[in-house]
């Protein structure tokens, strides 16, 4: 672990250099076209939790909202997330329900400045840890959000404070508040290509390409921008970090490419935090994908999972940050490491019944016994039953001499079968480098300054989340400043 620890600092000590807005070179944006082919109060590009939420709050305000989507189907990155939102509290006080101890949003921001080796912007980071909770309980009680069994904690926080559902199901509550609110106009196939300013320098629309040709879409009040990342972009990503070539998967959809961010920092934008690219530890080997197994290792460590190599043994804290994970099992040398879990473990977020669904299809593994799991993976078998007996008896001492894993009562050994086994591997999944916003979301340009009528959330937005992001608090992030910049966006001037 120690060895982890010091070859993160050693890349960390040469990327402050290569995160600057400024390296980028900044141009304005077009002046303002002759004539406009339609006009709104307020255009948001991007159709994921942040781009909604941005729609619903703006739309609440009384403004005349569109919401544009350069891809034929909206949701983005959105729509495949894995659904964890980190917030410390909700209205159905879950954390209490189930006796899992202490929280506070100070708790939640400390983590969070920690888990980002404090890269983190200190005041955007207050204004996620403490509007998060309010976010949850508006997706709850006016959206109608119904989340999965139970509370986890996940590698980076010092508490269970993730609240799970799916990616669509948060859609879906949030599009419900929007749609109740008067938003309608949702434009699809229709990529944001520049934007527009006028003599003073204040946004005023957008230029758009759609299939029947280019348009200018006017913005009376303010544009969002919600465009989320750019992990999908190969060439991209490789400007900031040169070693994330094609060889490395990626958990995005097809659409997270790096054009949109360009034409914002051609209109003046300043960066930050560009080359803090964040692989997903436990994706599914071959594709690289976030299905629901590839979920398993990321919530079922709270409660007593272990991850073991291709030797069958340990190698890193099964709490620890994702690019700890991710480093560490790259160094284990094997294309994929495994999660292993019994029914002790996975009876407390979710059932018997799910955890067959993924036997049947192949993707989890079973064996009546560890030395049956072990031969369904591929692993030696003294090794692999060896691991779960140090680990059963790690948690009754309460202490993890080996990886420094903090042990909880909510941890359950592993001693009776059937056991389990889901397959890991690390894919580009998260970019926390992205535009300059304030607390307002506006974005900054590279004097420091705010630009008139131009807003900023979610991945788009770089800062909040320092060199490495927590596990639950990329929902949160989007939703939160998403609906910050609705609000802020549909002000009269």
Not at 261 to 270: H, N, P, S, T
């Amino acid at each position: 672990m120690s060895n982890i620890s010091t070859t993160r600092r050693r890349l960390l000590a040469g990327i402050p250099a290569l995160t600057a807005g400024a390296l980028i070179p900044a141009a304005q944006a077009a002046s303002a076209p002759v004539k406009w082919d339609k006009s709104y109060d307020v255009v948001i590009i991007g159709s994921g939790f942040a781009g909604m939420a941005a729609a619903a709050e703006a739309s609440a305000a009384g403004a005349s909202v569109v919401v544009l989507e350069k891809m034929r189907v909206a949701g983005g990155n959105s729509a495949i997330s894995g659904g964890g939102f980190a917030c410390w509290t909700d209205e159905l006080k879950l954390r209490e329900k189930y006796k899992l101890g202490d929280d506070s949003a100070e708790l939640h921001f400390k983590d969070t400045m920690k888990g980002g080796d404090y890269y983190n912007i200190p005041e955007l980071v207050r204004v996620l840890a403490e509007q998060a909770p309010d976010a949850m309980n508006w997706m709850l009680s006016k959206g109608g959000l119904k989340l999965n069994k139970g509370l986890g904690r996940v590698g980076g926080h010092s508490a269970y404070r993730d609240h799970m559902a799916t990616g669509p199901r948060y859609l879906a509550a949030i599009e419900k508040i929007a749609r109740e609110n008067g938003f309608r106009d949702l434009m699809k196939n229709t990529e944001a290509v520049r934007l527009y300013k006028d003599d003073k320098g204040t946004v005023t629309g957008v230029e758009v390409k759609t299939r029947s040709g280019l348009q200018n879409i006017e913005a009376r009040r303010g544009v969002v921008v919600a465009a989320g990342g750019f992990a999908r972009d190969v060439k991209f990503r490789m400007r900031y970090v040169p070693t994330l070539t094609e060889a490395y998967n990626s958990t995005n959809h097809a659409g997270a490419t790096g054009d949109t961010l360009e034409m914002v920092l051609e209109a003046g934008a300043d960066a930050l935090h560009l080359a803090f690219i964040q692989l997903f530890p436990t994706a599914e080997p071959t594709r690289g994908m976030i299905d629901r197994p590839a979920l398993f290792p990321i919530q079922f460590p709270g409660f007593g999972a272990v991850y073991v190599a291709k030797n069958g043994r340990r190698f890193v804290s099964e709490l620890e940050r994702r690019d700890v994970v991710s480093q560490a099992e790259i160094a284990t040398g094997g294309k994929e490491t495994w999660c292993v879990f019994n029914e002790a473990v996975y009876s407390q977020l979710t059932d018997r019944k799910e955890i067959e669904q993924f036997v049947k299809s192949g993707r989890v593994k079973t064996g009546a016994t560890l030395s049956e799991l072990a031969a369904a993976m591929g692993v030696p078998a003294d090794a692999l039953e060896k691991t779960i007996s140090e680990h059963n008896a790690i948690l009754k001492a309460g202490k993890d001499e080996a990886f420094g894993k903090p042990i909880t009562a909510a941890m359950k050994p592993m001693q009776k079968g059937p056991y389990f086994a889901v397959a890991q591997w690390p894919s580009v999944h998260h970019c926390q480098g992205g535009v300059r916003i304030n607390t307002d979301a506006q974005v900054i340009d590279v004097r420091g300054k705010p630009i008139a009528h131009l807003y900023a959330a979610g991945e788009f937005v770089g800062g909040v989340h320092g060199n490495n992001r927590l596990g639950g608090n990329a929902i949160a992030d989007c939703i939160v400043f998403g609906r910050i910049a609705g609000r802020n966006a549909a002000r009269k001037a």
